[in-house]
């Protein structure tokens, strides 16, 4: 996230966080059609994107969010590089750090929060990350590790 808004306030763009948009912890499959046919498909024909923010707290849909064209929109978390995406990709970044320090980052930032969840939430990953080859496909990949 850091890096996608830095990167974002370097070259002018927007950021699409795509934590605003898993439904609920175990949503990740469902995100990258989510993002695709609510946002991706809208905005490469000038349309405004819509899509359902998650509202973590009620564990529920939450208010509708609406991302209107741009010449250049990141998209930032985990399903950003699905295969169903890609077609609508310019550039994907792989970002890597050992499990223990994506571990150790997550619960530092968000604390209590996702430490119920972590375990679900980094099975749901590599599922994803086997099925997709995400990181196959990357055109530059980042080492974050500490």
């Given amino acids: 996230t ?7 306030e370097v070259v002018g763009a927007d950021v699409l966080h795509l ?7 175990h949503g990740l499959d469902a995100t990258p059609a989510l993002v695709r046919t609510g946002v991706l498909d809208r905005i490469a024909t ?9 509202d973590w ?3 529920r849909p939450g208010p509708l969010l609406h991302v209107p064209p741009t010449p250049l929109l990141i998209l930032d978390g985990v399903g950003s590089g699905a295969a169903s995406i890609r077609p609508f990709l310019s550039v994907l970044l792989w970002v890597e750090a050992p499990l223990h320090d994506r571990k150790r ?8 929060a996702y430490e119920p969840f972590w375990d ?3 099975a749901q990953e590599a599922r994803h990350f086997a ?16």
């Fill in 120 to 122: 679900t939430w980094a």
């Fill in 19 to 25: 934590e605003d948009l898993y439904p609920g912890w």
């Fill in 46 to 54: 000038d349309a405004i994107g819509e899509v359902h923010r998650w």
């Fill in 2 to 8: 850091s890096l996608a808004d830095g990167l974002a």
């Fill in 131 to 146: 099925a997709e080859q995400t990181r196959a496909h990357a055109d530059l990949i980042i080492d974050t590790g500490d």
């Fill in 105 to 112: 980052r997550a619960l530092a930032r968000d604390g209590g």
């Fill in 57 to 59: 707290e009620a564990d």
